[in-house]
């Protein structure tokens, strides 16, 4: 799969992976991956491919009624974990408990939370990566160059105002597949 995914990313798409490309299942078992800047539904096979070239496994979560019949198998075997909320329970602490109970777990998500174009991204990774004592790995999704660029893992401070400043100074210049909403 990973000659495949190499084939297809490299020589037909014509995308490089540049950066922290050797991090692997034995060096970061568990840590946040962030994805930027994500303009289109083009990132996610972009993303799929990335992780096979690479040779690591991540995950993402849905709420627990995505894991159902029919789709339920199909998200579970591309790295999909349910969450299942307490009605008392916050969902950075949810979340923060699956890096407990799982062996092996990099979550991927989009810093922004939607598509579109926003000034500020969400903070909730940042806070999940806090509580769950696990580094940030950003990867960009550069289309007007055909790259992407792997950080080396970062580690979250106590000062949230220059972490965000470190974060998106790697993602600064890069364009999305729509670059209106880069």
């Keep these: 799969m990973q000659g495949l ?25 568990k840590a946040i991956i ?23 496994k991540t995950n993402f979560i849905g709420k627990k009624e995505l894991f159902v019949w029919p789709f339920g198998f199909l998200f579970r075997a591309l790295g999909g974990v349910p969450i299942n909320r307490q009605s008392n329970e916050k969902k950075v602490d949810s979340i ?7 062996e092996e777990f990099r979550m991927m998500l989009a810093p922004e939370g939607t598509r579109k174009k926003v000034t500020k991204w969400k903070t909730g990774f ?13 990867f960009t999704l550069d289309f007007e160059n055909k790259q992407n660029r792997i950080s080396e893992p970062f580690y979250p401070t106590n000062n949230i105002d220059e972490d965000f400043k470190y974060m ?3 993602f600064n210049e890069i364009k999305g597949k729509l670059p209106k909403y880069s």
Aim: glycine share 8%; aromatic share 16%; no cysteine.
């Design 126 to 138: 940042y806070f999940i990566a806090k509580q769950a004592g696990v580094p940030i790995i950003m």
């Design 34 to 56: 962030i994805a930027a800047p994500h303009t289109s539904w083009h990132d996610f096979y972009i993303g799929v491919l990335l992780r096979a070239l690479v040779g690591v």
């Design 96 to 102: 923060a408990k699956l890096f407990e109970t799982h």
């Design 5 to 29: 995914a190499k084939f297809i990313y490299t020589k037909i798409l014509g995308w490089q992976a540049l950066g922290n490309t050797s991090f692997s299942k034995e060096s970061v078992k």
């Design 168 to 170: 998106y100074g790697f």
